[in-house]
């Protein structure tokens, strides 16, 4: 079936180590999220990339860092850089607006709770 | 993109029709309505869009006022598999930078009573 899927499910760091969060989707989409979500919050964009070998900071970029190698992967990585990285992550893809449609919806993974010791 | 405001939470009886409301008054010509629902520690999941004119899919009826500046999302007849914080958004539709345009607020927390 197709869709998103992000690993693990639970994650723990201890303090001051680096910690990949991975995202692999089979939807061919073009575009991929990374959002943060503290408990009781809104999510809050990360990173965004629109295509491969490309991708740009969104509004809590400091302390992570993200890749797009391949159309299927954007892994993102919490850096020991930041500050209070204890969250929910939650990536999402989607195809970009074509034309004629404004259709832009997001699909979303089930999610990474990472939980810093 | 334009702010959104949204009531904290909202309970609904099983069965009976669960009105979300969301007013968005600073909204532009070309933004979108966007809803979302987000069930416990799961990933968000599209619920329904529209620019001005009502919409309506298998999951839900979405009313935007003529003027704009607000919009009610109508689950006709609410389970209890409906409780979930709702999210209402506004964005442009078409833009070279979408990436940046999805906004998501705390959102109406809608608790489904049996």
């Known amino acids: 079936d197709g869709g998103i899927t992000q690993s693990p499910k639970y994650l723990f760091r201890k303090e001051g180590q680096n910690v990949t969060l991975s995202c692999e989707q089979n939807l061919n989409h073009d575009a991929m999220y990374w959002y943060r979500q503290d408990p009781g919050q809104g999510l809050r964009l990360i990173y965004y990339?629109?295509?491969?070998?490309?991708?740009q900071k969104g509004d809590i970029a400091e302390g992570y860092s993200v890749s797009r190698e391949k159309k299927e992967s954007f892994p993102l990585t919490v850096t020991s850089a930041q500050k209070n990285p204890t969250a929910f992550y939650l990536c999402?893809?989607?195809?970009?607006?074509?034309?004629?449609?404004?259709?832009?919806?997001?699909?979303f993974g089930p999610g990474t709770r990472l939980t810093v010791l | 993109d334009a702010k959104t405001t949204q009531p904290t939470s909202m309970d609904c009886a099983e069965g009976r029709a669960a009105n979300l409301p969301c007013n968005h008054s600073?909204?532009?010509?070309?933004?979108?309505v966007y809803w979302y629902r987000q069930i416990h520690s799961q990933g968000p999941q599209y619920i329904i869009h529209?620019?001005?004119n009502n919409e309506t899919n298998e999951m839900a009826s979405l009313i935007i006022t003529e003027d704009r500046k607000s919009s009610t999302l109508i689950l006709p007849h609410a389970t209890l598999r409906d409780t979930a914080v709702y999210y209402c958004?506004?964005?442009?539709?078409?833009?070279?930078?979408?990436?940046?345009?999805?906004?998501f607020g705390p959102g109406t927390r809608l608790s489904v009573l049996p």
């Open positions: 600073t909204i532009s010509g070309n933004e979108y």
């Open positions: 529209g620019l001005k």
């Open positions: 990339s629109q295509i491969v070998n490309d991708f």
């Open positions: 958004i506004v964005r442009v539709g078409m833009s070279r930078n979408y990436g940046q345009n999805f906004v």
């Open positions: 999402a893809s989607s195809i970009p607006p074509s034309g004629r449609s404004s259709y832009n919806e997001q699909f």
